[in-house]
Each structure stands twice: as C-alpha cells, then as structure tokens.
C-alpha cells in the first residue's frame, strides 16, 4: 500500500518537472497549475465567523488567541516570570542533563520504540529502555534550529505584508501575539521532550504527532489522539512544502532577481536549482548536521540583520516618536484599512503565528530532540523563540518600514497593491542605507536556506510517522522537499502565502486542542523541574 502511495505521489510530481523544462513563461505556467489548489485550501482553513459591521474573523485565529491566553494564565504568566530562568537554562547554569529525583528514570514516559510489536499507546515492545538524557542536540543547538525556522522571512517579508495589508498598527498585535505566543510555545516544547520516541541507534522521533497521540491515550481519548495525530502529520508535511519551503525559496528568488535586474521566470528556476541541491546536500545528514549548521548560521544572520536595522531607527531617531504613534494610532483605528482596526488585529496575529509558530506545534520537533531528562527545561528554553522572533527581530522590522515611509514615501497602507513581501523591506533599507540591498539579499537567502533545513525535518519527522521509518520513504520525502524549492522560486507570491499559511494554521486546531487537555502533565513537569533547582540538584558551576 505504501509503495502504490509512493508511484502516485511521484506521478503526481511529473507535471511539475515538466514545467521546469519550459524557459518561457514558467511562472505564469507553475502559478497557473498551483494557485487554484492553494486558494482552495486557504478557504477552507480561514472559514470566518462574522462578528457584526460586515466584519469576520477567521475561526483559526480565535483559537490561536484563546489558546496562548489560557496558556499564559494557567502557568502563571511563564512568558515574564521564566524568562531569566530560560536565560540560564541556555547559558549552562542549571546542567539538565544532571539527575535529580524528579528526573525521569526507568519507568518513565520517554521510552525506545522501534519494531512493528506495539502495545496499546502504539509504544513497540521489543526495544523498549531508558531514555534519560539521550537526545542528539544539546539545549542551544535546539534552539538555534528552531529559531532557524522561525527567524526567517517571515521577519522580513511577513512583516512587510502585514504592515503593507494592515498598516502601522498592525506591529502592535504582532508584538502582543509574540508575548502571548511564549506561553504556547512553553506547553508545546515540553510536551514534545516528554512524548517523544528514541529508536535503537540514539535517534530522536517527536512532535505533536507523538504527544497528541499518546497524551490523549493516558487520558482515555485514544481515538482522538489518533486521528488528530494522523491530521496533524498531514498538515505538517504540507506546511514543511509551503511556509517552510516555497514561501522562503520565493521570496529569496525575488530578491535575488531584483538584485540582477531580472523578473524572469527562467532567473527564479535556476535559483531554485542551486539553492535545492545546497539543502540536499544538508539535510542527508539529518536533525545532527542541521543543528550544527544553525548554530553557526543563526547568530550570524540575526546580528547582521538586527545590527542594520538598529542603525537605521539610530540614523533617523527624531522619526521614532511619530513612527511610534502610528503604531498605537494604527492598531486601536484601523483608519483607512480594510476592516478597520479588526483587519489590523487579525493581519498582525496571523503574520506574528507565521513567523514564530507559537501554537502551532512545529517547534517542538526540532526542541524533542534535545539531550535532557527534564521536559520542563525545554519548554522554558523554548518560550525565548517567539520573544526573539517577534518582539525582537519583527518590531525592528517594522520600524525600519514604518521610519523610512514616515511620510508616504514609497507605501500606502491598507493596500496589498504595488511593494509587498521582501521587497518592501527591501526598499525601506536601500532608503536609508543606499545599496544594502546586496547585503539583504544574502541574508535573506541565508534566512530562506537556515529555515528550509530545519522545516525539512519537521516534515520529514511528520512524513516517517506516517509511512514509517525506512530509507525508501526518508529519500522520497527529501527529493519531494527539495522539487518544492524549485516550484516555490518559479511561483508568484499571492499563491505561495495562501497555501502556505493554510498548511500551517491548518495545524493550529489538532494542536491547541491537545496542548489544552495536556496542561495538567506540562504543570506536573514544571513542577518537578523548579523543584530540582530548588533543591540544587541541577547547580552547575557559574
């Protein structure tokens, strides 16, 4: 069954590489082919509920906002009140590799599975053993590879359009949406650490698909778990083909075709091309090599980006104060934009969960694979992500657009018509540092490349989930990725968002559902861990 799933999804893909032998017109001829299924897809994921005036909002959204309020008060406001401690957690002040006696030992959740021999919760009988600290990243590695995949072009191009959508004020919602953000993430990342699965040879399998799945089980709802597993495994795999790839190969290909002075369709091919074969190159060495490679990546990409940005809002200072007052102007009036100050709420929360992915789920794949013997501690590093993401790294973006258009200059708001994506980012830099565009471009392909290879092993984690653990499925999986880089790169914008955001909102619902029934066993986690530190079992030398 699994093989005939394979020759059809491969037959499937052949029209797609025919397109690549065409030269001319290949992206009118890739978006032709793509953009009906996308805009499908997208209307089904943000069915709105209307709420008055002419006015919706999509379902989807309600439940990303009630989700990571629930959040941020049921842990007691962690996004403030665990910061220093995930501060420390990182740096090495508390080794959570060390044992305490809430550590989890022999007996505990975090067990070997492998075979086909599985008892009721699907754990496989045969290679059952202790996990305790295994894992394949340490504490700093999982985190840069999932800001990897966070820290991206959704900083740069995601902001852009929602400010070009929403206006000004949209930056405050997205800044909002980041804080609340950090309590979702906390719930998901723990849960990932302690639902997850060690094969034999040390290899790490976790994620949503495994908490749902099992955590639902010790709760008496198996049948659910199942299906949201299943669901979510789906959705996944697509949104490692779209947000995580196509909209990032896109949106590098325009960049780099506005750098050479090109729109053609053939230019954004080729590109496509060079920059699947560098990911292939990488991600054949799987969540080890990527790791590796994102921290290397990471803090160089953010500290060019955030250091030019800094210089610009430094370079026009007097511009802060008004640019600040469109912001808070912006956000509570909505003047001049399309749904008035509800378009403005719901473009900075849906591109602030783009971005940072904070109740979506997909970090804790990256974040499962973690060496530690508390789930908890993961979870607190993991709270950082959408703090640096969003209310760092998406503000300063913001800022930039909102300072150099100060006056009109080159955006109207409330418009998706004319600059959008990365080249609205773009030009505002060039506005203020002439030429830097060239050194954009770079970081945009860096961000583009670092968030593609760490989306490549969500989905590919989704993909063994869900046709198992051979090598004929993992390459499958991995020449499939690596051909939607291409299409991304040949495709037009408006297509891409659409089908990106809705594989990734998609899996929004499985996801807060679960995270909500599981609150009690994050609570248990946390509760352990804070008590180990307390009682110094996890003091490391300062």
Known sequence: MKKLLFILISA?????????????????????????????????????????????????????????LYFTVYFGFPNFTKFKLAIDVVRGKYDSTKSGPNAMSSGGDNIVLDDNIADDRGDILDTIR?????????????????????????NIAGVAIAIAIGGPGATLWMILAGFLGMASKFTECTLGV???????????????????????????????????????????????????????????????KSLIGT???????????????????????????????????????????????????????????AAIGQILGGAFTGAGITGGVVGVLIQGFRRAAFSNEAGVGSASVAHSAVKTKYPASEGIVALLEPFIDTVVVCTMTALVIIITNI???????????????VNLTSTAFDSAIPGFSVVLTIAVIMFAFSTMLSWSYYGLQAWKYLFGRGKTADTLYKVMFC??????????????????????????FPN??????????????????????????????E
């Open 407 to 421: 006056n009109g200059e080159f955006l109207v708001y409330g418009s998706a018509d004319g600059l959008n994506g």
């Open 483 to 508: 051909v939607f880089i291409v299409i991304g790169a040949a495709a037009s914008l408006g297509a891409v968002v659409d089908f990106s955001d809705a594989m990734v909102f998609a899996m929004i």
């Open 130 to 154: 202790v996990e305790g600290a295994d894992g394949e990243v340490t504490p700093f590695q999982a985190l840069t590879a999932a800001l990897s995949a966070t820290v991206g072009l959704g």
């Open 12 to 68: 499937m893909l052949m029209p797609f590489m025919s397109f690549a032998q065409q030269a001319k017109g290949l992206d009118e001829t890739i978006n032709e082919a793509f953009a009906p299924v996308a805009n499908a897809v997208a209307s089904a994921v943000f069915f709105a509920i209307p709420i008055g005036n002419g006015l919706s909002v999509p379902i989807v959204l309600i439940v990303l906002i009630l989700g990571a």
């Open 263 to 321: 729109d053609s369709g053939a230019a954004g091919f080729l590109f496509g091309l060079v920059v699947a074969g560098l990911v292939g190159i990488v991600i054949i060495g799987g969540i080890k090599r990527i790791g590796a490679v994102a921290e290397k990546i990471v803090p160089f990409m953010v500290a060019i980006y955030f250091g030019a940005a800094l210089v610009i809002i430094l370079m026009n200072a007097s511009a802060v104060p």
């Open 194 to 256: 302690k639902y997850r699965e060690i094969g034999p040879d040390g290899t790490v399998y976790g994620g949503p698909m495994y908490y749902l799945k099992k955590g639902l089980a010790e709760r008496g709802m198996a049948g659910l778990g199942k299906v949201f597993a299943v669901f979510y495994a789906i959705m996944l795999v697509g949104g490692s083909f779209g947000g995580g790839n196509m909209f990032q190969s896109n949106q590098a290909a325009a960049q780099f």
């Open 512 to 541: 807060i559902i679960g995270l909500i029934i599981l609150a009690p066993v994050v609570k248990e986690e946390m509760t352990k861990y804070i008590s180990d530190i307390k009682g110094g079992y996890l003091n490391a030398d």
